[in-house]
């Protein structure tokens, strides 16, 4: 008699088992999907607010640049310069490069 009950308490608990599982995973699956729509939206919208301020950043990176290189060609094109390189007088060079640094500093404040 103790056994028919032990099959029915056994049916019962795995009865329970499947309406439990049955009921949560709709649930997690709905989570899941939210977690992923919300983490997409979320990306999305900060590519949107933060591109702009990236592209101002990158054309003043590259205007920093352009004029860096301009100062430096202006700098190789001076005759004395010139001179002082086909002579190989390196303290000379080394003078006009600390200069043109000086000038670059003194500039940028």
Not at 25 to 33: I, N, R, V
Not at 60 to 86: F, G, N
Request: aromatic letters at 6%.
């Amino acid at each position: 008699m103790n056994l028919p009950r032990k099959r029915h308490s056994i049916k019962r608990w795995r009865l329970y088992g499947t309406l439990v599982v049955c009921s949560i995973l709709p649930l997690l699956l709905f989570l899941y999907a939210a977690d992923r729509t919300l983490r997409s939206l979320t990306t999305k919208n900060l590519l949107q607010q933060t591109g702009p301020a990236s592209d101002l950043a990158a054309t003043v990176i590259e205007e920093r640049m352009t004029d860096a290189k301009t100062s430096l060609e202006s700098l190789a094109a001076t005759p004395a310069v010139l001179d002082a390189w086909t002579r190989g007088d390196v303290p000379r060079l080394a003078s006009y490069l600390r200069m043109a640094h000086e000038l670059k500093q003194e500039a940028a404040s």
